[in-house]
């Protein structure tokens, strides 16, 4: 267990809706990232936050979107959701936005029908 | 950009010891990460090299070469809960966000 806890687990939704996914990282990280895995693409970068502000952005899709609240947690919206977006989704911490060690969440499965 | 190519998947026999191997194309490289995901699961950190040379941890030990933008992931002593998908990533360009190969899938068989 990395400390790290993700919700939902898994997540069914058709094309076109909009959904959240939850992520709270270890106590005392102040840097939280999310990741897309997928079969074809494997495990790719989306977004950073570190203590309430993007820090870096990697390939994610305009329709994509993410924040850091003030208890540090972090939600990524997904809309206009496609076929194509089905894939793990993926919440990691680490204490500082330079820390090489990040703590990966267990993942939320989203399945798009 | 950064180019990592590891094989896509890999047998060994329960007991005995194999290697993976990373290939890595970037500028600015600052370190090299590798982590097991079993199935379905998350990621979890094995190593982190940052220097030329070979370190050791328990059954695990992960290389580097910088100049031949090459490194390799020793498993000894394999066990079945070995199975599982090794993920080679890259920090590079003075950026932390590490950049993830494919993946190689472990199978061990008895």
């Known amino acids: 267990d990395s400390g790290v806890t993700q919700t939902p687990k898994h997540l069914i939704t058709a094309t076109g809706q909009r959904v959240t996914l939850r992520c709270s990282p270890r106590?005392?990280?102040?840097?939280v990232y999310w990741y897309q895995q997928s079969l074809d693409q494997g495990l790719q970068f989306l977004i950073q936050?570190?203590?309430?502000?993007?820090?870096a952005k990697g390939n994610i899709l305009e329709r994509f979107s993410a924040q850091q609240f003030p208890d540090l947690h972090s939600e990524l919206n997904l809309s206009s959701l496609e076929l194509g977006d089905s894939a793990l989704y993926f919440c990691?911490?680490?204490?500082?936005?330079?820390?090489?060690?990040?703590?990966f969440g267990p993942g939320t499965r989203l399945t798009v029908t | 950009g950064q180019n990592i190519d590891q094989p896509t998947e890999m047998t060994a026999t329960e007991g005995a010891i194999v290697q993976i191997n990373c290939t890595y194309q970037t500028s600015g490289f600052n370190g090299l990460f590798w982590y097991q995901q079993h199935a379905g699961e998350a990621p979890t950190f094995l190593s982190y090299n940052v220097l030329d040379g070979l370190e050791e941890k328990g059954r695990f030990s992960s290389f580097l070469s910088r100049s031949k933008g090459y490194s390799y992931l020793l498993l000894k002593e394999l066990q079945m809960k070995d199975s599982a998908s090794y993920l080679c990533a890259v920090h590079s360009g003075g950026s932390y966000i590490p950049t993830f190969g494919r993946g190689t899938s472990l199978i061990v068989h008895p």
């Open positions: 990691a911490s680490s204490v500082e936005t330079d820390a090489y060690e990040q703590y």
């Open positions: 936050y570190y203590n309430g502000e993007e820090r």
């Open positions: 106590s005392g990280d102040l840097s």
